[in-house]
């Protein structure tokens, strides 16, 4: 691969919780954006949207135009959705095709526009990082990402000015920096158990120096520990005698409810009760209450482990090692119950939460330097195939099937003199095409005038490295052919890719002023926050003269805090932070 004029191939963990970035420098530590970058979107009445910490802060006041658990509704069918969509803060609406889509002023957000919203936002950050330009980029996607999910992602990245090299298995490129460092020879089988906000995976990988198997893959994207929430607001609306509809119905109080849902889940590993209120329903939850809640969603996630290891053509005892990834196989009972079941196998090999991106990382850098040797071998999560007569799916590509893969079918006319073939793509695992997943259709023209049966039609399906499909279709005694590129209904059309991508364009500048004003009074108003908490704290801490010089310099930050002088607001965040960081330190140090 040919080396781009930058800081080098930018590797992106999109999470549903949290995105994270990091370029791997040659001859140094991977360059990781400063903070963990929340997955939200905030979509204000003016002015452009904002990504990250800024949007993060307005989920409070603006549940409605504050986005989040945004990767669940890639690819999802709104009806499909049913109770789902009332634990979502913000409206929801089907677009013409049937799939979910944000709702904000009577128009319709595609959510892979809004993660080439934050996918922007990381490319900036790296960008500040590293001091060069960010065009390319490697994106770690869940194994169980179908062809639809993964065209929006690149989609996405583009929308965002990156060129995507790469769509990787998640889980499984986790594990690419100990399979490198494994010495020649060695070989290790190993599973990674990961459980995180909105999603479970379970993947089952052969390790040798260097070099990721992929041996099997199984999970649920809506399984994880956002549900664990959803059941812990339920629990308190009936501890408070409250209607779950009248909680779904008031926003607000949703938002407030998961935000505290998520905060009692981890107190709750290391303590037995939690006990807090919001507005005025006291919320309480014992560990035992949590872990009752845990409990059947673990078992589901076990019955997935199962799925992959037959798969893989494994038992538990033929693995060497299991690891747990994602924020939620952190809880307590989840590490020992997956423990038990693995015969404590389960080791500390991997960060739960910087495991993906570092591997990510350092595949980018193999990439760059043309040294990735097939680091990564994925395989296809779900069946590819044709629909045939009766609506039979025939299947080309099985799942588990090693990438990159070619696979050729022969087929026939169903009538005397028919000239054409319609050529329909699916995509899953059930028998008949309508209970599948459609990719999209094609029609081969110009099949020679004979009859039924005797023309030869050869239909080959090519998934590349990143599970993306090519179709190709071919009458043997004519030589006529046709190779398409399937884009699937879902997704984003060419022109509507085109006309963001020229409007992103027109308005970068105007966006990118509109973006660091809100930053600015976010951080302003953080800052303010924070000194006057200070000020309450530690007020026998202080003089009288302390007190009125931090004072001061915060009312003077409140004063332009709501204008829109970015450049004023930046320079008064500068002067409080200058007063108010010796003055905190002497505290804190005294």
């Given amino acids: 691969m040919q080396q781009s004029q930058s800081s080098g191939i930018m590797a992106i963990d999109f999470g549903n919780a949290f995105c994270r970035a990091a370029i791997l420098q040659k001859n140094g530590p991977p360059v990781c954006v400063p903070t963990v970058m929340p997955s939200v979107v905030y979509i204000p009445e003016r002015g452009p949207a904002v990504a990250g910490v800024a949007a993060l802060a307005e989920a409070a006041q603006h549940p409605a135009r504050t986005l989040s658990h945004i990767k ?58 590293t001091g060069q330009p960010v065009t390319q980029a490697v994106i770690a996607v869940p194994a169980l990402f179908d062809e639809a999910e993964r065209r929006a992602i690149r989609q996405a990245g583009r929308l965002a000015g990156l060129e995507v090299v790469r769509l990787v298995n998640g889980p499984a490129v986790a594990a690419l920096p100990y399979a490198r460092s494994l010495p020649a020879g060695t070989r290790k089988q190993v599973a990674v158990y990961d459980l995180g906000a909105g999603s479970f995976e379970m993947v089952v990988l052969r390790l040798e120096h260097g070099q990721v198997k992929v041996l099997g893959s199984t999970g649920n994207l809506h399984l994880g520990g956002f549900n664990i ?144 040797h097939e680091a990564v071998q994925d395989v296809t999560p779900l069946s590819l195939g044709v629909e045939t007569m009766g609506g039979v799916m025939d299947v080309l590509i099985a799942r588990n099937a090693r990438l990159p893969v070619t696979v050729g079918h022969q087929y026939t006319t169903q009538k005397d003199g028919q000239r054409s073939m319609k050529i329909a793509v699916y995509q899953g695992e059930r028998d008949l095409v309508r209970d599948n997943r459609s990719l999209g259709c094609f029609t081969l023209h110009g099949i020679p005038c004979m009859p039924a049966g005797m023309p030869e039609v050869i239909v080959s399906f090519h998934l590349d490295q990143d599970g993306l499909l090519t179709v190709k279709a071919t009458e043997q005694n004519t030589g006529v052919e046709q190779e398409v590129e399937i884009h699937p209904g879902y997704g984003l059309t060419a022109a509507e890719v085109a006309d963001m991508v020229e409007n992103s364009r027109l308005h970068a500048r105007e966006d990118d002023v509109a973006r660091m004003l ?73």
């Fill in 229 to 372: 929430d959803e059941q812990i607001v339920q629990h308190w609306a009936k501890q408070n005698g409250l209607d779950k509809q009248a909680i779904w119905s008031n926003k607000a109080v949703l938002q407030g409810l998961l935000q505290k849902a998520a905060a009692a889940k981890e107190y709750l590993s290391t303590n037995d009760i939690y006990s807090g209120q919001f507005e005025n329903l006291p919320l309480q939850l014992s560990a035992d209450e949590l872990n009752n809640m845990v409990q059947p969603i673990i078992a589901q996630t076990l019955s997935h482990c199962a799925d992959a290891l037959q798969d893989a053509g494994l038992q538990p005892a033929g693995l060497d090692e299991v690891w747990l990834i994602g924020g939620t196989s952190q809880l307590p009972l989840v590490k020992a119950q997956v423990s038990s079941y693995f015969n404590h196998l389960v080791k500390d090999e991997l960060h739960p939460d910087n495991a993906t991106i570092l591997g990510a990382a350092l595949l980018g850098s193999l990439l760059e330097s043309d040294t990735a």
């Fill in 72 to 129: 669940r509704l890639l690819g999802a069918d709104f009806k499909a959705l049913g109770a789902e969509a009332n634990w979502f803060t913000f409206p929801l609406k089907a677009d013409a095709a049937g799939h979910a889509n944000f709702l904000a002023d009577d128009k319709l957000y595609h959510p892979a526009a809004i993660i080439s919203l934050l996918f922007l936002r990381l490319r900036e950050e790296m960008e500040a990082a």
């Fill in 518 to 590: 809100v930053v600015a009074q976010s951080e302003a108003q953080q800052l303010i926050d924070a000194v006057r908490d200070f000020i309450d704290k530690h007020q026998d801490q202080l003089t009288a003269s302390e007190q009125d010089a931090l004072q001061s310099a915060s009312d003077a930050l409140e004063r332009v805090s709501h204008t829109d002088n970015t450049s004023e607001i930046n320079t008064h965040i500068h002067a409080l932070s200058k007063v108010f960081k010796p003055f905190s330190r002497q505290v804190l140090l005294g």
